[in-house]
């Protein structure tokens, strides 16, 4: 607890001798009080905080603090459209420029954790060309000749994280004592969430992992792809996947590429991550452009698998129709789905939930990204968020976070961007396969069936059927009967519906 409470001393004092804290740039954005208190701070700045732009300053203390903090600062980055361009460029840097270590360190470490000679699997490693805050990547030649790339940890970067953590947790416990109202956003289950996906992403064996499964769903849609996984070069510390072909997003020469479709680029990197979370409840939770390499017309491959979202059947059915009644601008169902799924707690009222939201819909319905404020409608929805006592929940919090990220994403790379229809042929497709009567009479015929299996176990003795046997295999064949019109009906309602 000590040693957490110093840590957050510490990165305060950062930020403070940054002046990235309360800028002066933005004092006069700040009401009385918290300009006097900023003003204070200021006077324990250091020479750091004469030169340079807030974001500059702020990408400098956010990579002196360390992987938590870069990875906040990764995800400010992608939103242009709140914090300001100039801004978000200098907070760019965080994403897969940060300083190396050096390549003989690397080549050491890779060589201890595959446990083998580097030649026997190399016959060329090359200087880091990209360094994010967990880890760097290099180019490298395989004996077979293919050219890959191998990603390693930084030296000393779990215990880094872990201090980090307990500093974050010891903040959240802090946050939940002296503010009572935040305690709603579940502070301590955020922070637990966010620990546990670090934990994960500094196992590369788990990158690897789940780069190839990744890489198997995004097979399925063509809208990104994933590098192969070299399973030889995987280790605990170490990561070999083919070389990743196109332009990193995160570099200004990207957009500019010859002959590159910017709007379905855009369209892409949301398809891609809806049509991952909602088809198969796996998703890349890392997509910012750091992590994105495009190349003409509208190619995308994803890299950096060492965050992996993951939503069980329920959230995903949430989510499609959450989507699906914005896209139809049904907000009455939108406000039923958030209590059926326990977003909204159940003495709240549905249709003055059902107003908010179309509060939040009607502005932007249709409009391109470059004349939403993102800023605005963010805030619109914190303040709905406390006015109907919604709270956070921890198993969405990688799924609003990726969220935030890509739509930031498709925003930079098209400005005109509209992100329901992006969306709209993803969600109508799993609207029509997971929710159609077929599909709906076809679960229910499972049930029966499982209905079915249980019963005849528990029915194995051959003894004379009782009134009440004879009853359950009434019941289970009218179930099963009941299915099979369903699916009859269904399909010719959702020809009326589609066709």
Excluded at 92 to 119: I, Q
Excluded at 206 to 224: H, N, R
């Amino acid at each position: 607890m000590i040693a957490a409470a110093l840590r957050m001393l510490a990165a305060g004092s950062v930020l403070v001798r940054y002046d990235a804290l309360a800028p002066r740039e933005f004092a006069e954005l700040l009401p009385g009080p918290a300009r006097f208190a900023a003003s204070v701070l200021r006077l324990f700045s250091g020479p750091e905080a004469k030169a340079g732009r807030p974001g500059e300053r702020l990408a400098h203390a956010f990579e002196r603090l360390g992987p938590v903090a870069i990875k906040l600062g990764q995800l400010l980055s992608t939103r242009a459209d709140i914090f300001g361009q100039q801004f978000s460029d200098d907070l760019s840097r965080l994403k897969d420029r940060l300083p190396p270590f050096p390549l003989e360190a690397a080549k050491r470490d890779m060589e201890a954790a595959l446990g083998r000679p580097l030649d026997a699997l190399f016959v060329e490693i090359e200087p880091a060309v990209a360094a994010a805050s967990i880890a760097q990547a290099h180019p490298a030649v395989l004996i077979d000749g293919r050219k890959v790339a191998v990603k390693v940890l930084r030296p000393g970067v779990e215990k880094r994280i872990a201090a980090d953590v307990a500093a974050m947790r010891l903040g959240a416990i802090l946050v939940e004592a002296a503010a009572p109202p935040l305690r709603r956003l579940g502070p301590k289950a955020f922070v637990a969430t966010v620990a546990r996906s670090l934990d994960l992403e500094l196992d590369l064996r788990l990158e690897a992992a789940g780069a190839s499964e990744l890489g198997e769903v995004m097979a399925g849609d063509g809208y990104m792809t994933a590098p192969a996984v070299v399973w030889e070069g995987v280790a605990k510390r170490v990561l070999t996947l083919e070389w990743a072909e196109g332009v990193p997003l995160s570099t200004p020469e990207a957009l500019e590429i010859e002959g590159l479709d910017r709007p379905e680029l855009a369209n892409r990197v949301i398809r891609a991550f809806l049509a991952q979370a909602l088809d198969h409840g796996v998703f890349h939770a890392d997509l910012h452009e750091g992590n994105l390499f495009a190349a003409a017309p509208a190619r995308l491959m994803a890299v950096d698998y060492g965050i992996v979202g993951r939503l069980d059947p329920d959230a995903r059915r949430f989510l499609a129709e959450i989507l699906w009644g914005f896209l139809n601008r049904d907000y009455r169902r939108v406000s039923e789905v958030h209590f059926e799924a326990g977003y909204v707690p159940p003495h709240q009222d549905v249709d003055t939930f059902a107003q908010a939201l179309r509060s939040i819909g009607e502005p932007i319905f249709g409009r391109k990204a470059k004349d939403v404020s993102m800023g605005r409608l963010l805030g619109q929805l914190f303040e709905f968020t406390e006015l109907f006592e919604m709270r956070m929940r921890p198993e969405l919090v990688l799924l609003q976070k990726t969220m935030v990220t890509v739509e930031g994403v498709a925003r930079r790379i098209d400005p005109a961007n509209d992100i329901w229809q992006a969306a709209k042929p993803v969600v109508e497709r799993w609207i029509a396969r997971e929710l159609s009567p077929p599909a709906q009479a076809q679960r229910l015929a499972l049930r029966g069936l499982r209905l079915f299996e249980a019963l005849e176990a528990r029915l194995q003795t051959p003894t004379t059927p009782t009134p009440e046997r004879t009853d359950q295999m009434r019941g289970l064949w009218l179930a099963l009967g009941l299915a099979a019109a369903a699916s009859v009906f269904g399909a010719a309602a959702l020809a009326r519906l589609f066709f």
